[in-house]
């Protein structure tokens, strides 16, 4: 069964910082895109990092550039997000996706992870 589940999710402070994974099982990431997008409530879903398969192209939204940053591990399966200087509008559901061939774009995703919750409050 193809599955990728995120982790690392978690309440903290304004300009804390939170190390998100999204971990594959069932198939390799070697050659998928893997992107980061999140889901505030009331919102939609909007893109926030990705990666392409050899880790060579990223792209950052506007709002988190210089702040996140996304990188994979292929020999592990797994792609991370750094967020630091985390703020309370950064609080949503973060949920990571593969597909082949370079996109950030929402739609064109094949796999979908369970999402992980960020929350930013003091």
């Known amino acids: 069964q193809l599955q990728l589940v995120e982790s690392g999710g978690g309440l903290v402070q304004p300009g804390g910082s939170l190390r998100l994974s999204c971990a594959a099982s069932g198939f390799t990431l070697d050659y998928y895109t893997i992107g980061w997008f999140r889901q505030a409530p009331g919102k939609e879903r909007e893109r926030v990092s990705c990666?392409?398969?050899?880790?060579?192209?990223?792209y950052y939204a506007d709002s988190v550039k210089g702040r996140f940053t996304i990188s994979r591990d292929n020999a592990k399966n797994t792609v991370y997000l750094q967020l630091n200087s985390l703020k309370p509008e950064d609080t949503a559901i973060y949920y990571c996706?593969?597909?082949?061939?370079?996109?950030?774009?929402?739609?064109?995703?094949?796999?979908w992870g369970q999402g992980t919750q960020v929350t930013v409050s003091s």
């Open positions: 996706a593969a597909r082949v061939g370079y996109s950030c774009y929402v739609s064109g995703y094949d796999y």
């Open positions: 990666i392409n398969s050899r880790g060579g192209s990223t």
